[in-house]
């Protein structure tokens, strides 16, 4: 358990990452542009064109992706304690399956951006509104009928995206596989998405160490003094709104919400209450690299960055975890 | 005699699961000071009669009792501090060292914001000590015996320190050694420091040396319960088990043999 003063060095340590990510995105692309000119954009002195791609392009694009990698961990680590099952990702109860179809079909019918991101967001809340009414079935909440009931929508979802993919128009197609693997070229303002990543994480940072408990069983930490029936019920309409959120503005971006929670956990321990900001701003800055990377590799040429989060988080997670094994005995 | 309220006490509780009834109408208390073993067989209901006790499970019918308050109006928060529960098994579902799990008994005296001081370090490492588990305060859970992750589990217990401890079979995967210092712990708590124990037991020997009452419960409904001289003989455990049992003993020990 990490002591007060070491959680928050290394919550700084992670801070100062996040702004390095974004900075990074700010200098890179198809006109490099120096730190000095960066800042002076941010500060609104530089004009022309250098004002611009910095300010109405690369930063809201960066910002956008900053909250959903923060969004995508925050609901994964809440899922795998809600679960107890380290496997637990945002996607494992449906949501992004709702909001693939809502987008899906959106494409098809020709809508805008608006039309595709509102769709997947009602998608992704009837998904949830669905899981949550049928695993509430009559003896409680378990883990395992929420988890089989979510794995099941899920799978229909799957297959229903995959029947509209198989009739979809030729010309559509493109579009449809960039927003299922994950594409945040489409992105538009991001105030409303990082608002509602600090709500979400103010929200939760007050129940961290019930959190902990919970993750060793329902009935100890009921034992212990945590009322897990309120708790349960909240962390599953938090992450599912997270997941909904990011799902919304940047399609299904998998390997985040997995990874990261594992990640921090394999570095700086199991404490909710060092893990969950930790995986908000370490999903947030490595949605951001890989972001910016996907869209300057093969420049000028733009890459599904799902791609890249999961080419780059699978390496580092199996490095971590061959590494931890043995220093746990 | 001065009339105290009950540490625990129920009225008219009845417990089943699943269209069985385990306990009738039952009507129990336990003062402080007090160890109150349940013996019965295999699926008589007596963890789901604990886990009732704990508030866990709400009961058929009936209402539980702690310090004359019943969970419900306690809230979760006060009621982990008047009550401590033993699970009966356990999952890890991811790692966490020995002295954390410990530490975890201390979370209903911390406030939201409070992180564990350095009192509440010394309390974990102290109950550990008592479990005989002190040096393995760095390892993690997922490397230890069955009996080692229950001796945890009760100095998590013991970390909490509540007044009455509820415990679904103390004494598992425990050797006899460890079986013994259990009990002299948990009745050594219960004669200096004013708690009470409710626990489930399956020798009656171990019950009549550590325990002042019993709760038969014979998993028809019907149950027996007193002070274990009067409840506790080859007779009633006969009944009990099935199975004739034979008094053996002298110097104020009695153990119950197969006939």
Redesign the interface.
């Given at each position: 358990m990490p002591t007060r003063r070491r959680a928050l060095l290394i919550l700084a340590a992670l801070a100062g990452l996040s702004q390095l990510s974004i900075v990074l995105a700010l200098m890179v692309g198809s006109i490099p542009i120096s730190p000095a000119e960066v800042l002076a954009s941010l500060l609104g002195d530089a004009s022309g064109m250098t004002g611009d791609v910095v300010r109405s392009l690369r930063l809201p694009r960066a910002l956008t992706g900053f909250a959903c990698g923060g969004l995508l961990a925050l609901a994964g680590a809440l899922l795998q304690v809600l679960l107890r099952n380290p496997l637990a990702d945002p996607y494992v109860l449906g949501i992004s399956g709702g909001a693939g179809i809502g987008a899906l079909l959106a494409i098809v019918l020709g809508f805008g951006v608006a039309g595709i991101n509102g769709l997947a967001f009602v998608g992704a809340l009837g998904a949830m509104l669905l899981v949550f009414g049928l695993a509430h079935g009559e003896g409680g909440w378990t883990q395992s009928r929420l988890l089989l009931t979510g794995v099941i929508v899920a799978a229909g979802c799957g297959a229903v995206v995959t029947l509209m993919l198989a009739i979809a128009p030729e010309e559509r197609l493109r579009g449809m596989l960039f927003w299922l693997m994950g594409d945040l070229s489409q992105t538009g303002d991001p105030r409303l998405v990082l608002i509602l990543l600090v709500v979400a994480l103010l929200t939760t940072l007050p129940f961290a160490r019930e959190l902990n408990l919970l993750a060793r069983g329902a009935d100890i930490a009921q034992a212990l003094g945590v009322a897990v029936g309120p708790l349960r019920r909240g962390v599953y309409v938090l992450a599912s709104l997270a997941t909904a959120a990011a799902v919304t503005h940047a399609g299904a971006i998998g390997f985040i919400g997995l990874i990261v929670p594992h990640l921090v956990r394999l570095a700086a321990g199991n404490d909710q209450r060092l893990l969950l900001p930790a995986s908000v701003l370490a999903g947030g800055s490595l949605l951001v690299i890989a972001d910016t990377l996907a869209r300057s590799v093969l420049a000028p040429q733009q890459l599904p960055v799902g791609v890249l989060t999961a080419l780059i988080g699978v390496p580092v997670f199996l490095f971590l975890l061959s590494r931890a094994a043995p220093g746990q005995h | 005699m001065t009339h105290r309220t009950p540490l625990l006490s129920t009225r008219g509780l009845n417990v089943g699961l699943a269209g069985r009834t385990f306990c009738r109408q039952l009507t129990l208390t336990v003062q402080s000071g007090e160890c109150l073993a349940i013996l019965g067989r295999n699926g008589a209901g007596k963890s789901t009669l604990l886990?009732v006790l704990?508030g866990?499970r709400p009961p058929d019918a009936g209402e539980v009792l702690v310090n004359g308050a019943s969970y419900g109006s306690l809230?979760?928060?006060?009621?982990?501090?008047a009550?401590?529960?033993l699970?009966q098994s356990?999952?890890?579902?991811?790692?966490?060292?020995v002295?954390?799990?410990a530490?975890?008994?201390r979370?209903?005296h911390?406030a939201?914001?409070d992180?564990?001081s350095e009192k509440d370090a010394r309390i974990a490492r102290q109950a550990l000590a008592a479990v005989g588990l002190a040096e393995l305060a760095q390892r993690?859970i997922?490397?230890l015996s069955g009996g080692e992750r229950q001796r945890l589990a009760i100095a998590t217990l013991l970390a909490?320190a509540p007044q009455l401890y509820l415990l679904d079979e103390p004494l598992a995967h425990l050797d006899l050694n460890h079986q013994i210092a259990t009990l002299e712990l948990f009745s050594a708590l219960a004669r200096e420091r004013e708690i009470a124990c409710v626990m489930v037991l399956h020798e009656p020997g171990l019950a009549v040396r550590f325990c002042s009452h019993a709760l038969l419960l014979f998993g028809d409904g019907s149950t027996q319960q007193g002070g274990c001289d009067e409840v506790i003989s080859s007779e009633s455990l006969s009944r009990l088990y099935g199975y004739p049992l034979r008094e053996v003993g002298g110097k104020g020990q009695r153990w119950f043999m197969p006939a």
């Open positions: - | 886990s704990a866990l809230g979760a928060r006060a009621s982990a501090l009550r401590g529960w699970p356990r999952s890890e579902a991811f790692s966490s060292t002295i954390e799990t530490l975890v008994g979370h209903p911390l939201r914001w992180w564990e993690d997922q490397t909490q």
